[in-house]
């Protein structure tokens, strides 16, 4: 199974919304692990299943405290918690000060997410494809080694001129960072955000900027305040009407396919593991 990572590389244009969205629609078992260094939302964002908050003493920062002796996939897993809706997540830490006390603790996590899709021997689910929300990533991110360990990126950017060109030069700055010592890179591509009842053509000339031979289109999403609600706690009539889990069906239905087509090439899959 696949390692698939959330990003953004200026403003807000809904990286944990959409990681959610991806953790609730995603066609395989999935984990959703919450891994911005700047801190995480998600246990303040969603409750569990009975709407009481998440266990603030499960999630990532236990991890981080054990894994300079090491990291395995069942440890995360054991970390996991369920929310409304069924997803499995991992939250985050509570802000850059732990996130910086981590160290070089990012490439432990990376390792354990690889293996997690390889299928923890006493779960009897089988293997997860693990979905990363990554954050705002910089110029010299502290978590590169979880990067790196990713067999998907996908960077989220608003149609808007400044964000378009800012998304464009990280890219390009991002591609070279993420080689692996054996050549190899993650798949990466953008998800556009925008207004796409009246603007879509400025959201396809956005994608048209950003897209090149290392970074590929995987997508539209739309800006709808009833949908991101929905993935912020609040109670939605007919959640599976809003324009964003309709028009979040088909992106998550490109991602889903590339880490399939991605970990199959790589030999950690056999093909059509993903097919209903």
């Known amino acids: ?32 692990v919450e891994a911005d260094p700047a801190g995480g939302d998600l246990a303040a964002r969603v409750p569990g299943p009975d709407g ?7 999630g990532l920062l236990p991890l981080l405290t ?11 897993l054991d970390q996991a918690q369920v929310v409304a809706g069924g997803s499995r997540v991992v939250v985050g830490v509570g802000g850059p000060e732990q996130s910086a006390a981590a160290g070089p603790v990012w490439s432990a996590l990376g390792g354990a997410l690889r293996e997690l899709g390889q299928g923890p021997s006493h779960d009897s689910a089988g293997p997860f494809d693990v979905l990363v929300d990554a954050g705002r990533v910089g110029a010299d991110p502290v978590h590169l ?22 998304a464009r030069e990280r890219l390009r700055v991002l591609g070279g960072a993420l080689r692996r010592p054996d050549g190899s890179s ?3 591509g953008v998800v556009v955000v925008g207004d796409l009842r009246r603007a879509a053509r400025r959201a396809d000339d956005c994608a048209g900027v950003l897209v090149g031979p290392a970074v590929e289109d995987l997508g539209r999403l739309p800006l709808d305040p009833a949908g991101a609600a929905v993935f912020a706690g609040a109670g939605t009539a007919r959640p599976e009407r809003t324009a964003l889990v309709r028009a979040g069906r088909t992106v998550v239905a490109t991602l889903a396919a590339a880490a399939e087509a991605t970990a199959t090439t790589a030999g950690r899959v056999p093909a059509g593991a993903g097919a209903a």
């Open 1 to 32: 199974m696949a390692v698939v990572t959330f990003l953004s590389a200026k403003g807000s244009p809904g990286v944990t919304t959409t990681a959610l969205l991806a953790a609730a629609l995603w066609p395989r078992p999935a984990v959703l």
């Open 186 to 188: 993650p798949r990466t």
């Open 66 to 76: 054990t894994a300079r002796r090491g990291l395995r996939a069942a440890q995360v």
């Open 145 to 166: 080694d979880l990067l790196r360990a990713s067999d998907v990126v996908v960077a989220l950017v608003r149609s808007e001129v400044a964000a378009v060109l800012h």
């Open 52 to 58: 009481a908050p998440l266990d603030a003493d499960r």
